[in-house]
């Protein structure tokens, strides 16, 4: 069963415009939530990572919040660029530690035209 | 430049035939992990390694088996590849396993069981 359900599938955008990309998972325990960015034929890359209660992370025109008591998160893009072209997974660690496993969402992919 | 290589990109066997998936790190990383990834699922941890010869079943770890006599080199064997094997493995490293440590991945040996 699917413990990391992400929306939508996809996404298509133009430059400059804003969106959201949603994650609500059923993980238990929940110790940290990340975002990586994923580009056509590349490995994983890191965005951010939240850890607590209601936490929002900032990384340059990237924003994330995440909600414990709804097992919620949510990844801002702001002012879309065609280089943002890329599926966005979302990823729950349910330990804080190299023992614990990672929990990946299939991704939306985010497509951003001129 | 702290990086994850994998090698080969590419690969086709035909059924039947033994694989060998390669991968390095340059960051003295202790955990290291391999994951699959299938169009419209999550990544799919196979085996993690928290150190030389100290290797854990993932969650798929079926038709697979690694091996790590160094720290930075962290193989994956198909003995008698299977058409269902056909995916994209990706391997990845961690300091530690925690929320703030970094997770490097590579960029993925595409395979192709025939």
């Known amino acids: 069963k699917t413990q990391v359900e992400q929306s939508p599938q996809s996404l298509v955008v133009r430059q400059g415009e804003n969106c959201v990309l949603q994650c609500n998972y059923s993980v238990t325990p929940d110790n940290h939530l990340r975002w990586f960015k994923q580009d056509t034929g590349k490995g994983l890359v890191s965005l951010t990572v939240?850890?607590?209660?209601?936490d929002k992370t900032s990384n340059g025109r990237y924003s994330a919040t995440l909600d414990k008591d709804a097992k919620h998160s949510t990844l801002h893009i702001t002012a879309t660029l065609l280089d943002d072209t890329a599926t966005y997974i979302c990823v729950v660690g349910d330990r804080g530690s190299a023992l614990g496993r990672l929990h990946f969402g299939a991704g939306t992919q985010l497509i951003v035209i001129p | 430049d702290m990086k994850v290589t994998q090698m080969p990109r590419y690969l086709i066997k035909r059924m039947g035939e033994n694989v060998l998936l390669e991968c390095g790190q340059d960051?003295?990383?202790?955990?290291m992990y391999w994951y699959r990834q299938d169009p419209g699922l999550g990544l799919q941890l196979i085996y993690i390694s928290y150190d030389v010869d100290s290797n854990s079943e993932g969650d798929i770890p079926k038709g697979y088996r690694v091996s790590r006599k160094k720290r930075e080199h962290f193989s994956l064997i198909l003995d008698s590849a299977k058409t269902n094997q056909t995916s994209v493995y990706f391997c990845?490293?961690?300091?530690?396993?925690?929320?703030?440590?970094?997770?490097?991945f590579g960029s993925g040996t595409r395979l192709l069981v025939i």
């Open positions: 960051m003295s990383h202790e955990t």
């Open positions: 939240l850890v607590h209660e209601n």
């Open positions: 990845a490293s961690s300091s530690s396993g925690t929320p703030n440590s970094d997770y490097t």
